[in-house]
């Protein structure tokens, strides 16, 4: 599990904690037109898309039943690229909302 240490926050008032990465988060950007977008690199090999959006609701639980692992994935990630060298930084293209580099 990764965490991301934020002395100046109160683990009190999160209103949410993601722990799927398996390594160290070297990167975060947010989304420069989607608030609820968020972009994070990890020393995991991998870069990861997730929409804080979404919820997991009443169809998400029926697929889960039907497919075994699904259930172990949260409703937010959206994308994950797995297979890079630790990388140490993402960000999105600040012109082209879909392209992350």
């Known amino acids: 599990k990764a965490s991301l240490d934020a002395p100046s926050v109160d683990p009190s008032t999160c209103i949410a904690v993601f722990t ?4 160290p988060i070297t990167s975060l950007d947010w989304h420069p037109t989607d608030a609820s977008m968020l972009l994070a690199a990890s020393r995991d090999d ?6 804080l959006s979404v919820e997991r609701d009443d169809k998400a639980h029926q697929l889960e039943a039907r497919h075994d692992g699904l259930s172990a994935l949260p409703p937010q ?10 990388p140490s930084e993402a960000k999105w293209h600040p012109l082209l909302p879909s392209v992350v580099f």
């Open 20 to 23: 799927f990465h398996r390594g």
């Open 46 to 51: 991998s870069v990861s898309v997730w929409d």
């Open 77 to 86: 990630l959206m994308f994950m690229h797995q297979g890079q060298a630790q």
